[in-house]
């Protein structure tokens, strides 16, 4: 993965061809913060310059700077495969969020 961390805050990285630079984009967050460099020097730099902009103007506005995630969302599958999970979720004793649950972390975990 193209991800940079710094203080707990992860920014996805790719190279914008265009302007001939490397792009981040700071993930998590209640709104939009990014930033560019052209090594990985520069970008982490501005990776921090860009996350103290965003956090102060969070505090003076009030806003939470991280995004709240509910644990919930909809995942949308074919009917087949939804089956297959029916299946193999039974046949372990789980339910299928269990094996959902169970099949992220480990792609999480890499």
Same mark, same amino acid.
């Given at each position: 993965?193209?991800?940079?961390?710094?203080? =707990?805050?992860?920014?996805?990285?790719?190279?914008?061809?265009?302007?001939?630079? !490397? $792009?981040?984009?700071?993930?998590?967050?209640?709104?939009?913060?990014? !930033?560019?460099?052209?090594?990985?020097?520069?970008?982490?730099?501005?990776?921090?310059?860009?996350?103290?902009? !965003?956090?102060?103007?969070?505090?003076?506005?009030?806003?939470?700077?991280?995004?709240?995630?509910?644990? $919930? !969302?909809?995942? $949308?599958?074919?009917?087949?495969?939804?089956? @297959?999970?029916?299946?193999?979720? =039974?046949?372990? =004793?789980?339910?299928?969020?269990?094996?959902? @649950?169970?099949?992220?972390?480990? $792609?999480?975990? =890499?």
């Amino acid at each position: 993965m193209n991800i940079m961390s710094i203080d =707990g805050y992860n920014a996805r990285i790719e190279f914008d061809p265009e302007l001939d630079l !490397f $792009r981040g984009e700071i993930l998590g967050l209640n709104g939009g913060a990014d !930033f560019y460099g052209k090594d990985p020097g520069e970008l982490r730099t501005e990776f921090k310059k860009s996350l103290e902009v !965003f956090l102060a103007v969070c505090k003076e506005k009030g806003i939470e700077p991280h995004r709240h995630f509910s644990g $919930r !969302f909809n995942l $949308r599958i074919s009917p087949e495969l939804h089956e @297959q999970l029916a299946i193999v979720a =039974g046949a372990e =004793g789980k339910s299928i969020n269990a094996l959902a @649950q169970e099949a992220l972390r480990e $792609r999480i975990a =890499g």
